[in-house]
């Protein structure tokens, strides 16, 4: 092989490995991206991101971003506290009498004396099923001779049933202390000797569902006419396959409803969003920004938890200190409300809002440069997090800040997380409704008795009420 032969192999063997190392290269860096990708994904928790606490593990807890309170623990000043004490009237009165003098041992018996110390016992008393019988009688006319029959009242169907109170306890079990239909079973033979089958209480449970179709529709034109709601969603299953629960409610109306999508076909479908012309508070799911006849105001909680991560993973300083910003933008707020201002003084709105808007400014000048778009290229390209925030913090900074305008609108969303919380609850015990009409009787019960319990109302109260044929009526609108 002559020196120039030599000269060309070695040249194509040298292409040949800087192919390999540029191809190597590459390799690694996008094993370092997805490396990256995954620390991120493992680094978050439920003070970083929209994570639930149940999700944090056994791992010890991080330490929460807001500053600690003064207060000492325990019950504050002006808490009213639920101590037990004495009535007035009691059920039962045992007395206590000495049998002989404590001096002397002369016999006391049938002697008058004197109250001078009371205690009280407050217990349950022995449970079991009360036995009513309704007789009807037949009367006959004295004018005509025709002979008259009285009617049985609406409990009272079959020659033997069970009454409205007791079907009231096992729908309470079942569908708000999310106890399962065996167990609940279980807790009516033991506490009411009463031998309820699983196929009553779910009989049960898809009878009083029937019965407040109509009240849950009047909980959504309630939270559809007032002035204020929040908003959200969360997966759930129906028969093993991933469904979507839909949640508006308001300080005073809880209405959950169910459907095989998360976005605008859901809302249009649940019908509360396109009749809505009020606040609403929301997280910064897409699908809201289609209704534009009302007022939007995001989460704010949520945006702090996306800022503890870019400065605790990406080591973003102007991410912490936007943290901070907001968390004193709300205990500012939260002194004028208690002063019972309608919004903060505009000199100070314009100092926080510039505040606002200085750090979104040192935030982009801190990132690198934004990816340029290739020729043919389409869609939407692909931005680091800290720029997709940056971008949704400056172009919607009026519905982050909208707590500070109008002090009416709250910081977070957390009333409409609240009436979610159960619904994880109930997947984590059962893993999937198993039928259609099984979410929905669940959707009809929670927003019924959340409502309820919002209202003031007891429960069982309110679901005996339901099986008498007439549901505890609905007030307040927003």
């Known amino acids: 092989m002559s020196e120039h032969e030599r000269i060309v192999q070695l040249e194509a063997e040298n292409a040949l490995l800087r192919q390999a190392l540029q191809a190597s290269q590459a390799t690694i860096s996008r094993l370092e991206a997805r490396i990256r990708e995954l620390e991120a994904r493992l680094a978050k928790d439920s003070q970083n991101s929209s994570k639930p606490p149940s999700s944090d593990g056994l791992q010890r807890r991080p330490r929460p971003s807001r500053p600690a309170s003064r207060k000492r623990t325990g019950g504050q000043r002006g808490h009213a506290g639920h101590t037990l004490a004495l009535v007035e009237v009691p059920d039962v009165v045992v007395r206590h009498a000495p049998a002989r003098c404590a001096q002397c041992q002369t016999p006391l018996e049938g002697l008058a004396g004197l109250i001078v110390e009371r205690r009280q016992v407050h217990d349950l008393p022995v449970r079991c099923l009360e036995v009513t019988e309704h007789q009807v009688e037949q009367v006959r006319c004295p004018a005509c001779g025709t002979g008259t029959r009285g009617a049985f009242p609406e409990e009272a169907r079959a020659p033997v049933q069970y009454g409205p109170r007791l079907r009231a306890v096992a729908v309470y079990l079942n569908q708000y202390q999310l106890v399962p239909e065996e167990r609940t079973g279980e807790a009516l033979a033991d506490l009411f000797e009463a031998a309820v089958s699983d196929g009553t209480i779910a009989a049960w449970v898809g009878q009083a569902s029937a019965h407040l179709a109509p009240t849950v529709a009047r909980i959504a034109d309630l ?110 707020v939260e002194e004028w409300r208690a002063q019972g201002a309608a919004q903060v003084p505009l000199h100070e709105q314009a100092e926080w809002v510039a505040q606002y808007h200085e750090l979104l400014a040192q935030g982009y000048a801190a990132q690198a440069p934004p990816p340029q778009r290739r020729p043919g290229q389409r869609g939407r390209l692909k931005q680091p997090p800290a720029r997709n925030l940056l971008d949704a913090l400056t172009r919607s900074a009026d519905r982050v800040l909208a707590f500070l305008a109008d002090l009416r609108v709250p910081f977070t969303n957390n009333q409409a997380e609240r009436d979610l919380r159960m619904v994880k609850i109930q997947q984590k ?50």
């Open 223 to 332: 939270v559809a006419a007032g002035s204020h709601q929040h908003a959200d969603e969360t997966g759930i299953r129906v028969e093993g396959k991933l469904h979507w629960l839909h949640v508006n409610s308001t300080r005073w109306l809880t209405h959950l409803a169910w459907h095989r999508q998360r976005g605008s076909a859901a809302t249009e479908a649940i019908g509360i969003w396109p009749r809505f012309h009020g606040w609403a508070t929301h997280d910064r799911w897409a699908s809201y920004d289609a209704y534009a006849d009302c007022q939007h105001s995001w989460c704010v909680a949520h945006l702090v938890r996306d800022l503890a991560f870019l400065a605790e993973q990406h080591h973003q300083r102007w991410a912490a200190e936007l943290r901070d910003l907001l968390l004193t933008m709300h205990q500012a």
């Open 429 to 478: 015990i059962s893993g999937t409704f198993r039928s259609e009409e099984g979410a929905t009787a669940y959707c009809r019960l929670r927003s019924y008795l959340g409502t309820m319990r919002k209202q003031g109302r007891g429960m069982l109260a309110a679901l005996t009420a339901v099986f008498l044929g007439d549901p505890l009526p609905i007030a307040w609108g927003s």
